[in-house]
């Protein structure tokens, strides 16, 4: 296995990995703090760093069916929500592509004012 490189955030405000503290998006990222994860609330991004994507599979969530991959922090492993890979329904297909992370499982990055 080769040698994993963490990226970090610049400039603004930064959600980070609550087990680890490294960054996974800019707040400026979050389409909406509206969404229901496993464990309780949780915010849709449209672009997350320093995860890796699982297999995808066929989940039947609240809004319907979808073909989704967890996401795991690349550094700590912890499971942080999930990848939409495709929407079956018209009016979800906003979601393809976009990623699911769980309020529970990130903190504000220490800088943010």
């Known amino acids: 296995m080769g040698k994993l490189f963490t990226a970090y955030l610049d400039d603004g405000k930064v959600w980070c990995c609550y087990s680890c503290s490294v960054h996974l ?10 969404f229901q994860g496993k464990h309780g609330r949780a915010y849709l991004f449209k672009n997350v760093i320093n995860v890796a994507v699982g297999q995808s599979e066929e989940r039947r969530l609240m809004t319907g069916l979808h073909t989704v991959a967890d996401i795991h922090c690349n550094i700590c492993n912890s499971v942080l929500g999930w990848k939409y890979v495709e929407a079956f329904e018209t009016n979800q297909k906003y979601k393809e592509n976009k990623f699911l992370v769980e309020k529970a499982k990130i903190v504000k990055d220490k800088t943010w004012t």
Do not use: L, Q, T
């Open 25 to 34: 998006a800019y707040h400026n990222d979050v389409m909406s703090k509206n």
